[in-house]
Each structure stands twice: as C-alpha cells, then as structure tokens.
C-alpha cells in the first residue's frame, strides 16, 4: 500500500483550538496536508497552517535534545506521529498517511481565518470529529495536558 508523508498542526490559543469542517469529508479537522518535494514535516504543518488560515504559526517546543552540528541538526519534533489508514474513495485508491502532528500556537491573531474557528473543549462534543482528533483533544484540552506545555511555552 502507497504510503505519504503528511503534517498536522493543532493551533492553540486561549485553550481553544483551531478546525475547520472538511469540504470533503464532512469532519472537522486541524490545519494540515501533504510534505512537498524537499520540504520537512515541520515546514509542511507552518506552510499547511499559513495557507489555510492566513496564521503565522510557533511551535510549542518538544524538544529534549537540540543538534547543530557539521552534517546534522535537530528539527522541531513531532507531538505525536500517527500512521493512517485512508480508504478508497471516488477513484483515489486505498493509501496510508505517515502524519507528523505538531502543537503550535498563533503569533498573531486574525478576524478573517478562511473558515476556521475556535473551538472550547466543551464545544467539540458537538463536532463530528474524527476519533483520532477526538482522542488528541481531549488529553490535551480537557485533562489540563497544557498545563505541562504551558509551563515550557505559554499559549496565550
């Protein structure tokens, strides 16, 4: 089965996160896309983000070890890597995405985010989300799994 790169990127601000509703797919989803030729998934979930909203983005540092040497140097590491399954579907056939999924908060906040919203914990049980993005949110929003990241980089 093909498999592709893709990144994510869960935008926080205020304890809120940013969706918007898939045209495609009927759910509600983070900002993200596909890794393009000669770009880094940290690079892919910054572009995805810009263009999809128009934000600016900064990680929230994961980071436990950073390299700058001759011939290596550490990117910005991933929250979470999920592989997922994506069934056929009008045409496209059966493939995997390889999804490099980072926390990130705004440097600046704008009026106009093309669609996407902000969204409390206790507004995302109305939501049809997809199970994984449910799971992520909810560790993250409604069990205090900011406070933890908040201390390193706060999101407001």
Known sequence: MERQFTATAYVFHDNQVLLHKHAKLGKWLPPGGHVEANETPPEAAIREVKEETGLDIEFIEQENLKINGYNAVSMQRPFLCLLENIPEHKGVAAHEHMDFVYLAKPLELKDE??????????????????????????????ENGLEALQAQAPLS
Request: aromatic share 16%; glycine share 4%.
């Open 113 to 142: 985010l093309n669609g996407f919203r902000w969204f409390r914990y206790e507004e995302l049980l109305e939501l049809d989300l997809f199970p994984d993005v449910q799971e992520v949110l909810r560790l993250l929003l409604k």
